[in-house]
């Protein structure tokens, strides 16, 4: 059976003929099928059908490594594992290229005093050139989500309230998010976390 | 001519070289313009136990494929023509005789969808 199908796939790349033998050996014959989706709505679906379980993955924790504004590294620990492999274990800032921080979003705000409605917030979002990032993975399914990258310092507007907030995730009602797939396809884990980090 | 073929003839112009994305593994290789069916440009596909998942960048658009609807669309890549890659789904799924009108609601929907480009 296999020597027939390397013959029949000669013509195929050898880095997908493997692929192709394991399609063709390992599942009973269906119909092909396929259903297309708009990213958008497959995000918005994906949410609303998440597959990781009874409840959606959260941020458990969100915890700055190294808070220095040229080397910014944060932290995020999952409440469960995340199938991570749409998302390269490694990689850098390219929202193109890159789907697992496609949608990654920063803000950061300028912090008065403890009242966050007292905030002014500039957000990274595409109106603004993006700082460098990187992000790693522990391992292909993890908890934890490192993401080291550069930011500007700011600096407060009364010099009472030092602190840059970061916000990630999905605001309400606005895109900002980090993709992941789980078992039934893409789906989209909003979250939202801060941090603050003290200003020198 | 078979259905599939029939279907599928005449929809686009002859397609640049492809540089086939994979979940894991971005392929150097270049083909040719053959006139075959051929996957278009910037495809990632990631595979699945149970078949695969396209990410179409350019379209903003996500495929789900069955195991059957991705052993297709791999066997477009330029260098089979509509009449083999017939035989060697049929062949390979064991189907006597091919089925002809499900590989041409296939690529009708890829085409469709602009994943296969079919000269």
């Given at each position: 059976m296999e020597e027939k199908l390397d013959t029949r796939l000669?013509?195929?790349?050898?880095?997908?003929?493997?692929?192709?033998?394991?399609?063709?050996?390992?599942?009973?014959?269906?119909?092909?099928v396929m259903a297309s989706f708009s990213l958008d709505s497959v995000r918005n679906k994906a949410f609303a059908q998440a597959s990781y379980g009874p409840t959606p993955p959260r941020v458990a924790r969100l915890n700055v490594v190294d808070g220095s504004?040229?080397?910014?590294?944060?932290?995020?620990?999952?409440?469960?594992?995340?199938?991570?492999?749409?998302?390269?274990?490694?990689?850098?800032?390219?929202?193109?290229?890159?789907?697992?921080?496609?949608?990654?979003d920063r803000e950061w705000c300028y912090a008065f005093d403890n009242d966050p409605s007292h905030d002014?917030?500039?957000?990274?979002d595409f109106r603004f050139a993006l700082p460098p990032y990187t992000w790693r993975w522990d391992s292909n399914r993890v908890h934890i989500l490192t993401i080291s990258g550069l930011f500007s310092?700011?600096?407060?507007?009364?010099?009472?309230?030092?602190?840059?907030?970061i916000k990630y995730g999905k605001?309400?009602?606005?895109e900002g998010c980090i993709d992941f797939k789980g078992a039934n396809g893409l789906n989209l884990v909003p979250f939202e976390g801060r941090v603050n980090l003290p200003l020198e | 001519m078979h259905k599939a073929?029939?279907?599928?003839?005449?929809?686009?112009?002859?397609?640049?070289?492809?540089?086939?994305?994979?979940?894991?593994?971005?392929?150097?290789?270049?083909?040719?313009?053959?006139?075959?069916?051929?996957?278009?440009?910037?495809?990632?596909?990631?595979?699945?136990?149970?078949?695969?998942?396209?990410?179409?960048?350019?379209?903003?658009?996500?495929?789900?494929?069955?195991h059957t609807a991705v052993f297709l669309l791999e066997l477009c890549n330029g260098r089979h023509?509509?009449?083999?890659?017939?035989?060697?789904?049929?062949?390979?799924?064991?189907?006597?005789?091919?089925?002809?009108?499900?590989?041409?609601?296939?690529?009708?929907?890829?085409?469709?969808e602009e994943l296969v480009r079919i000269p």
């Amino acid at each position: 059976m296999e020597e027939k199908l390397d013959t029949r796939l000669e013509k195929v790349e050898p880095n997908r003929r493997d692929f192709m033998k394991k399609v063709a050996i390992g599942a009973a014959y269906a119909v092909p099928v396929m259903a297309s989706f708009s990213l958008d709505s497959v995000r918005n679906k994906a949410f609303a059908q998440a597959s990781y379980g009874p409840t959606p993955p959260r941020v458990a924790r969100l915890n700055v490594v190294d808070g220095s504004p040229d080397n910014f590294v944060v932290r995020i620990t999952f409440d469960q594992a995340m199938d991570t492999s749409i998302a390269p274990n490694n990689g850098a800032d390219s929202r193109i290229a890159k789907p697992a921080i496609e949608c990654y979003d920063r803000e950061w705000c300028y912090a008065f005093d403890n009242d966050p409605s007292h905030d002014t917030c500039e957000s990274t979002d595409f109106r603004f050139a993006l700082p460098p990032y990187t992000w790693r993975w522990d391992s292909n399914r993890v908890h934890i989500l490192t993401i080291s990258g550069l930011f500007s310092s700011g600096s407060t507007d009364n010099g009472s309230g030092p602190g840059i907030r970061i916000k990630y995730g999905k605001k309400p009602k606005e895109e900002g998010c980090i993709d992941f797939k789980g078992a039934n396809g893409l789906n989209l884990v909003p979250f939202e976390g801060r941090v603050n980090l003290p200003l020198e | 001519m078979h259905k599939a073929l029939r279907l599928c003839r005449g929809r686009h112009p002859p397609v640049p070289a492809v540089a086939h994305t994979t979940g894991l593994a971005v392929s150097d290789s270049k083909t040719e313009v053959t006139g075959n069916p051929q996957q278009v440009e910037g495809l990632e596909i990631h595979e699945q136990p149970d078949g695969c998942v396209v990410y179409q960048k350019s379209r903003e658009k996500v495929h789900f494929l069955n195991h059957t609807a991705v052993f297709l669309l791999e066997l477009c890549n330029g260098r089979h023509s509509m009449e083999e890659i017939r035989e060697i789904y049929a062949a390979t799924f064991d189907r006597s005789p091919a089925p002809d009108q499900e590989i041409a609601a296939i690529f009708e929907q890829f085409a469709a969808e602009e994943l296969v480009r079919i000269p």
